[in-house]
């Protein structure tokens, strides 16, 4: 195995461990074990469907690396509180999102109970290994997103700064350690292991997506930090773990001696230690409710699937059709792999467009905005379909593919029209639904032809996604390792496709009976295409 240089400082502390009763020989063991698997595991900011090789997880430090300089907007200027808060806010978000969506697997490892208790190897033992290993892990993601915003603020803040920052930096960790874990504990307590894994798929979508919209943060962090900033003290700034870390700053920086800053500052320091004895003694029943991990007890509520319903009856004519629409929309529904890779370009399709909008009221009065154009930029929603047409094509359980050639399959058109149907009624609909009702409240009844129009666009540009994408592939019958490479160029070329369909709708609107024209060549195109 890799001899990792953690172990070798953890070495280091060898007789602490062993003056605390634990087995040291046996802990590095199941560390060194530990950790040798952390390096095969793909982190879930890669998000990559093929197969990788080296250390994954090294690799995904660089990552975390760059996405830190956004922290150095917040290192320029003495307005601590406002500052240092909201640089913490980010710290807390990126660390905690990531330790519950790649180290779920180490706090709610069930394989310890399984196999090691089985073994000549104490709780106590297995227990601290398990704490090591987690901290190990925050201190590597810290370092990596911190290092270089610490090494600016040290040129530029001082030496106090700084060491400051380590301090606070520690107790940010041990607070995130402590609340990832109540949250596990809350969850198990009240709900099953597949509603957790449910959670934790959300929580790395939601990663996924703070990936892809944080360069807006950056872009105006700049304006904010040089804004004079009034705090005025308010009793839910309490619930406010950030804000705790900044009075820190204004008091051991600026010399503020008010009450309300000294409270805030005794809070983030006594607070972690609180919730450590309050984890102690919720160990016993955190134990016990993760055996739910180990079974599946099939209390899986049949959620009212009244939307899909609904589309089916208007949607889908044939009875064979219909069976395999039911099919796609339970296989999106459940497929947690599927809603990993395509969820967070629901996300995209939902953020793109508002964010062309406000950056356009950055030079424009709210006025001007309704009367011009931008609700073009829905367009960028089409994003969307390429991704999750594409991803119909996978499934974790493609083995099970065997049952399209077992079942009597009379027409395979009607297996395909029905997922593409599935696709677009399970997931675009409502976001289309959605920018609809916002961008008529913005841009007032005018926009009804382009909405309509847009529609049709959706439906073309939806079977033109699944004709490039599935050729003689059936929904659901292939493995994610797969190396997509192949579909690049279809998917840029998707792209640019939906570029087109914008400026072709945006050119037809400038005469007066071009919308009406390009509506009705859409509903022909779609019923041809649709039918064939």
Same mark, same amino acid.
């Given at each position: 195995?890799?001899?990792?240089?953690?172990?070798?400082?953890?070495?280091?502390?060898?007789?602490?461990?062993?003056?605390?009763?634990?087995?040291?020989?046996?802990?590095?063991?199941?560390?060194?074990?530990?950790?040798?698997?952390?390096?095969?595991?793909?982190?879930?900011?890669?998000?990559?469907?093929?197969?990788?090789?080296?250390?994954?997880?090294?690799?995904?430090?660089?990552?975390?690396?760059?996405?830190?300089?956004?922290?150095?907007?917040?290192?320029?200027?003495?307005?601590?509180?406002?500052?240092?808060?909201?640089?913490?806010?980010?710290?807390?978000?990126?660390?905690?999102?990531?330790?519950?969506?790649?180290?779920?697997?180490?706090?709610?490892?069930?394989?310890?109970?399984?196999?090691?208790?089985?073994?000549?190897?104490?709780?106590?033992?297995?227990?601290?290994?398990?704490?090591?290993?987690?901290?190990?892990?925050?201190?590597?993601?810290?370092?990596?997103?911190?290092?270089?915003?610490?090494?600016?603020?040290?040129?530029?803040?001082?030496?106090?700064?700084?060491?400051?920052?380590?301090?606070?930096?520690?107790?940010?960790?041990?607070?995130?350690?402590?609340?990832?874990?109540?949250?596990?504990?809350?969850?198990?307590?009240?709900?099953?292991?597949?509603?957790?894994?449910?959670?934790?798929?959300?929580?790395?979508?939601?990663?996924?997506?703070?990936?892809?919209?944080?360069?807006?943060?950056?872009?105006?962090?700049?304006?904010?930090?040089?804004?004079?900033?009034?705090?005025?003290?308010?009793?839910?700034?309490?619930?406010?773990?950030?804000?705790?870390?900044?009075?820190?700053?204004?008091?051991?920086?600026?010399?503020?001696?008010?009450?309300?800053?000294?409270?805030?500052?005794?809070?983030?320091?006594?607070?972690?230690?609180?919730?450590?004895?309050?984890?102690?003694?919720?160990?016993?029943?955190?134990?016990?409710?993760?055996?739910?991990?180990?079974?599946?007890?099939?209390?899986?509520?049949?959620?009212?699937?009244?939307?899909? $319903?609904?589309?089916?009856?208007?949607?889908?004519?044939?009875?064979?059709?219909?069976?395999?629409?039911?099919?796609?929309?339970?296989?999106?529904?459940?497929?947690?792999?599927?809603?990993?890779?395509?969820?967070?370009?629901?996300?995209?399709?939902?953020?793109?467009?508002?964010?062309?909008?406000?950056?356009?009221?950055?030079?424009?009065?709210?006025?001007?905005?309704?009367?011009?154009?931008?609700?073009?930029?829905?367009?960028?929603?089409?994003?969307?379909?390429?991704?999750?047409?594409?991803?119909?094509?996978?499934?974790?359980?493609?083995?099970?593919?065997?049952?399209?050639?077992?079942?009597?399959?009379?027409?395979?058109?009607?297996?395909? $029209?029905?997922?593409?149907?599935?696709?677009?009624?399970?997931?675009?609909?409502?976001?289309?639904?959605?920018?609809?009702?916002?961008?008529?409240?913005?841009?007032?009844?005018?926009?009804?032809?382009?909405?309509?129009?847009?529609?049709?666009?959706?439906?073309?540009?939806?079977?033109?996604?699944?004709?490039?994408?599935?050729?003689?592939?059936?929904?659901?019958?292939?493995?994610?390792?797969?190396?997509?490479?192949?579909?690049?160029?279809?998917?840029?070329?998707?792209?640019?496709?939906?570029?087109?369909?914008?400026?072709?709708?945006?050119?037809?609107?400038?005469?007066?009976?071009?919308?009406?024209?390009?509506?009705?060549?859409?509903?022909?195109?779609?019923?041809?295409?649709?039918?064939?």
């Amino acid at each position: 195995m890799t001899d990792f240089k953690s172990l070798k400082i953890l070495d280091k502390l060898s007789t602490f461990f062993q003056k605390a009763n634990v087995d040291y020989p046996m802990m590095r063991e199941i560390l060194e074990l530990k950790l040798t698997m952390d390096t095969r595991r793909v982190p879930t900011i890669f998000n990559e469907s093929k197969s990788v090789s080296g250390n994954q997880f090294l690799k995904s430090l660089g990552i975390y690396a760059l996405m830190g300089l956004i922290l150095i907007a917040f290192l320029f200027g003495d307005q601590y509180i406002f500052q240092m808060s909201i640089l913490y806010a980010i710290v807390m978000f990126i660390i905690m999102t990531s330790t519950i969506s790649d180290f779920s697997s180490v706090l709610l490892d069930v394989r310890d109970k399984t196999i090691l208790s089985t073994k000549p190897v104490d709780s106590k033992t297995i227990n601290t290994a398990k704490v090591v290993h987690i901290t190990i892990y925050l201190c590597q993601l810290t370092i990596a997103f911190t290092a270089i915003p610490m090494i600016v603020g040290l040129f530029k803040q001082g030496i106090v700064f700084f060491l400051l920052s380590l301090i606070v930096l520690l107790f940010v960790n041990l607070l995130i350690l402590i609340m990832t874990a109540f949250v596990y504990i809350l969850i198990l307590r009240f709900f099953d292991g597949e509603k957790l894994k449910d959670i934790i798929n959300y929580i790395q979508i939601l990663l996924s997506i703070s990936m892809v919209v944080g360069y807006q943060i950056v872009a105006r962090s700049f304006q904010f930090v040089d804004m004079n900033i009034s705090f005025t003290f308010e009793w839910w700034h309490v619930l406010l773990p950030p804000i705790w870390y900044g009075a820190i700053y204004e008091i051991v920086l600026n010399g503020v001696t008010d009450s309300a800053f000294i409270i805030l500052a005794i809070l983030g320091v006594i607070v972690p230690f609180i919730a450590i004895l309050l984890y102690v003694k919720l160990i016993p029943s955190f134990e016990r409710n993760l055996e739910k991990l180990l079974s599946n007890n099939g209390k899986h509520k049949q959620a009212k699937e009244w939307w899909s $319903r609904f589309w089916s009856k208007i949607l889908v004519w044939s009875k064979e059709e219909q069976v395999f629409f039911e099919f796609t929309t339970r296989m999106i529904k459940n497929e947690r792999d599927y809603k990993l890779k395509v969820y967070p370009a629901i996300g995209m399709a939902l953020v793109f467009p508002f964010i062309f909008i406000i950056n356009d009221l950055t030079l424009n009065t709210l006025e001007e905005l309704r009367a011009g154009k931008m609700y073009f930029s829905m367009y960028f929603s089409l994003m969307l379909i390429p991704v999750g047409v594409q991803m119909l094509q996978f499934s974790t359980n493609q083995k099970a593919a065997w049952i399209y050639r077992a079942v009597p399959i009379k027409d395979a058109n009607a297996c395909h $029209r029905a997922t593409l149907k599935a696709f677009l009624v399970r997931l675009f609909l409502p976001v289309y639904l959605m920018l609809s009702v916002i961008f008529l409240f913005i841009f007032t009844e005018r926009i009804w032809s382009f909405l309509i129009t847009y529609i049709l666009v959706i439906a073309l540009y939806g079977r033109i996604c699944y004709h490039v994408f599935f050729n003689n592939v059936m929904p659901f019958s292939e493995t994610y390792k797969v190396s997509q490479s192949k579909q690049t160029g279809s998917a840029l070329a998707l792209l640019a496709l939906a570029v087109f369909f914008g400026v072709i709708h945006y050119i037809m609107t400038l005469f007066n009976i071009g919308p009406y024209i390009l509506m009705v060549v859409l509903l022909i195109i779609n019923v041809f295409l649709w039918r064939k």
